[in-house]
């Protein structure tokens, strides 16, 4: 027994039943780390796009928390640069999600329409407005690197073929070791009381009591919820959401609810990216729920969330060099103090 503030054992106030993170699910605790290494490469290797400049790093990027900081996402043939400033012939109809604890996800994308990681870490190699690479070149790019093909041995040993399902595989292995849990929540919840002042204490209860946890739901403050939240339109954007995937009219213009982990470092918010601030999130969403509310309570419930909820200590770690020789994306570093 010990620590500042009181008894290190004793359970603090929580405005909700107190959870454990999950466990990590098998299929990550027993990737081998040469499968996680090759991922990290290849997510950050142009050489998965038809135009060899662009990566899954342009628009899940760690300088952006694991998002790119736009509105909208731009695929293919707007050059190196990535983050704000980033345009071109392709923006998406969506926002670019962050990558945050995927490992434990049923389903993916805003619209929930990919059921594996292995599934979703492919979709944007095939799409015409992202890497638009086929999967058969893709395979013969990687395969004319010779220390790709010594990658794919070392990390498919029982397979040791470039295949797009290694491929997939190693890129589903990097992504789940983005785990968020070592937020100054986390702590407060396991029992490290003096991590939460007053005031984030304050928000935190704030912010169950204004129900933003029914979706996003401790201990991930996330959810496998769909919903509509009437959020302003992008003009010549035209998004059914969830119905896109079920055929359901009921389903149309829903969207999931996304973890607000490190959801400060990933503005701007919503599917199509169109509030700027999260102070604007949570005032329009709390005006969706139809509660009272006054200035004081926004400000508390965003410094939980910006403050409480943050830790990107588990972010995508960009390797200095990538097999094919082509330079990863230009972002972050080009904005002094980011």
């Known amino acids: ?17 107190a959870t454990e993170f999950p466990p990590l699910p098998k299929i990550a605790e027993e990737a081998p780390e040469p499968r996680i290494r090759l991922g990290n490469l290849l997510f950050y290797d142009p050489i998965l796009s038809v135009d060899r400049v662009t990566a899954c790093a342009t628009c899940h990027s760690e300088f952006w928390g694991m998002s790119d900081a736009l509105p909208l ?6 050059g190196s640069l990535a983050g704000p400033g980033r345009e071109g012939p392709n923006t998406l109809r969506r926002n670019s999600p962050a990558l945050f604890n995927l490992a434990f996800r049923d389903s993916l ?8 990681l292995e599934a979703q870490a492919i979709t944007p190699l095939l799409a015409e407005d992202e890497l638009n690479l086929a999967p058969e070149v893709a395979v013969a790019e990687l395969m004319g690197i010779p220390e790709y093909v010594d990658l794919f041995a070392e990390a498919f040993p029982d397979d040791p073929e470039v295949t797009v ?15 968020s849990d070592r937020s100054l929540y ?30 996003h739901s401790p201990p991930l403050f996330e959810s496998e919820t769909f919903a509509n939240r009437n959020v302003p339109e992008v003009e010549g954007i035209i998004d059914q959401g969830r119905a896109e995937v079920t055929g359901r009219a009921e389903d149309i213009g829903k969207f999931r609810a996304p973890t607000l982990r490190n959801i400060f470092e990933s503005e701007p918010y919503f599917h199509n990216g169109s509030v700027k601030r999260l102070e604007d999130a949570i005032r329009h969403e709390l005006d969706q729920g139809g509660i009272s509310f006054d200035e004081e309570d926004v400000r508390l419930i965003e410094l939980f969330i910006r403050k409480g909820l943050r830790d990107d200590s588990r972010s995508a770690d960009r390797p200095k060099r ?17």
């Open 1 to 17: 027994v010990g620590g500042s503030g009181g008894t290190a054992d004793a359970v603090p106030p929580l405005p909700w039943p």
């Open 186 to 215: 986390d702590a407060y919840a396991a029992g490290q009381e003096a991590t939460l002042n007053e005031e984030l204490v304050e928000g935190m209860f704030l912010f169950a009591e204004m129900g933003c946890n029914e979706c």
């Open 73 to 78: 996402a731009v695929g293919n043939g707007a």
């Open 165 to 179: 399902a290694n491929l997939a595989s190693a890129l589903a292995a990097f992504q789940r070791t983005m785990v």
């Open 109 to 116: 994308f805003w619209d929930g329409r990919s059921e594996s």
């Open 322 to 338: 990538v097999p094919s020789g082509l330079p990863t994306p230009l972002d972050g570093p080009i904005f002094p103090g980011r």
